[in-house]
T-cell receptor
Framework: GNSVTQMEGPVTLSEEAFLTINCTYT??????LFWYVQYPGEGLQLLLK?????DKGSNKGFEATYRKETTSFHLEKGSVQVSDSAVYFC???????????FGGGTRVLVKP | DGGITQSPKYLFRKEGQNVTLSCEQN?????MYWYRQDPGQGLRLIYY???????QKGDIAEGYSVSREKKESFPLTVTSAQKNPTAFYLC??????????????FGDGTRLSIL
């Protein structure tokens, strides 16, 4: 079956530090890949997506590249802010059907 | 503005009581979903619906029921058979069938607690 594995948190950083959250997946075929962000007490917001190999999704200074050879979709940001403190979820969706498979989430805490 | 509205934001359930969580979307999406999120954990799929008058069980459907009588509405009932209902419930929608590159859009959630 499909699965998504994320690095466990919490990840604690200082402001302006470099952030990487690892995400690897298991799926047959060519899934679409997503990163969602959840701020405290809120629902999930789409952060970025990539729909085919070598695509790079980007938004709000975050980037992730769809690497089929390593089945990975790592999230990066060059300089984090306190406002980036949240839980980040990696997810995949297969071509057949609309169901999302989520990773367990990674909590990020950015300190001033 | 188009979006997904979940209500209420907070809900309390007494022992043996059924409660219904509301989810309404005005995005004209065909597909809708219910997820459960426990503290510090990821999302687990309860039920989903690809089209009006049709729905399927997700990974943890026991103790829950849904209906999809209208395109814009997908209410979730937490029945008394669900012995551990305390959680954060998220509703989502997406454009429709076999649109794998389209994301799901989420509501702001309902936090359910036991009295």
């Amino acid at each position: 079956g499909n699965s998504v594995t994320q690095m466990e948190g919490p990840v604690t950083l200082s402001e302006e530090a470099f952030l990487t959250i690892n995400c690897t997946y298991t799926a047959t075929g060519y899934p679409s890949l997503f990163w969602y962000v959840q701020y405290p007490g809120e629902g999930l917001q789409l952060l970025l997506k990539a729909t085919k190999a070598d695509d790079k999704g980007s938004n709000k200074g975050f980037e992730a590249t769809y690497r089929k050879e390593t089945t990975s979709f790592h999230l990066e940001k060059g300089s984090v802010q306190v406002s980036d403190s949240a839980v980040y979820f990696c997810a995949l969706k297969k071509a057949a059907g609309n169901k999302l498979t989520f990773g367990g989430g990674t909590r990020v805490l950015v300190k001033p | 503005d188009g979006g997904i509205t979940q209500s209420p934001k907070y809900l309390f359930r007494k022992e043996g009581q059924n409660v219904t969580l509301s989810c309404e979307q005005n995005l004209n999406h065909d597909a809708m979903y219910w997820y459960r999120q426990d503290p510090g954990q990821g999302l687990r799929l309860i039920y989903y619906s690809q089209i009006v008058n049709d729905f399927q069980k997700g990974d943890i459907a026991e103790g829950y029921s849904v209906s999809r009588e209208k395109k814009e509405s997908f209410p979730l009932t937490v029945t008394s058979a669900q012995k551990n209902p305390t959680a954060f419930y998220l509703c989502a929608s997406s454009i429709g069938r076999d649109k794998s590159n389209q994301p799901q859009h989420f509501g702001d959630g309902t936090r359910l607690s036991i009295l």
